[in-house]
């Protein structure tokens, strides 16, 4: 089974709201992304999770806050987001980050649309 | 720095006709490369990958890519296009030899006609 889960599949909300991305994956990953799609362009990273400790944060905003509370698990937290920031987020999973042969699976993303 | 670059931004073909999606890449060592797919609405779907074992890489649904270091290309293809096969292609490369973030290419749209 190589699937990735990603609730909900459509979101939409206010500047002032707060709200939860989640991402999930039962195939033993200790690794795990989320990527930003925007329309007609390639994914862009934003963090890198790494045995449940953030490795790489690609100098996301600080309205943007992910969190990995087991091997299973990653949220990423909105708060204050802005019109531009409506897009496609996109979770990845894959056994480690440090061996090059490993493979990164995708869910199917959420589609955020920030009013 | 690692890179790739896709050469077409969109290629149509005929379905029953052959797809090439061209792809270049730079890299300072041997690098991994991948193409994912993306279905309309859809995630990522990997098609294929070259991590350093046979140049000839055979993927699902009767993709396969080959890699030409003398090129610098990982072109995908396929002998015989199908309806479903319409969709956004993305070549990847792997951003340095000790992790696995990526860099993607700017994709390629694949139509496909009746």
Redesign the interface.
Known sequence: DTE?T?TPKHLVMGMTNKKSLKCEQHMGHR?MYWYKQKA??????MF?YSYEKLS?NESVPSRFSPECPNSSLLNLHLHALQPEDSALY?C?S?R??????????????T?LTVL | AQSVTQLDSHVSVSEGTPVLLRCNYSSSYSPSLFWYVQHPNKGLQLLLKYTSAATLVKGINGFEAEFKKSETSFHLTKPSAHMSDAAEYFCVVRKNQAGTALIFGKGTTLSVSS
């Open positions: 990735v990603q690794a007609k362009k390639p994914p862009e990273l890198v790489i996109l990845a894959s480690t980050v440090g061996v090059n042969t490993d493979t990164q699976y995708f869910g199917p993303g589609r």
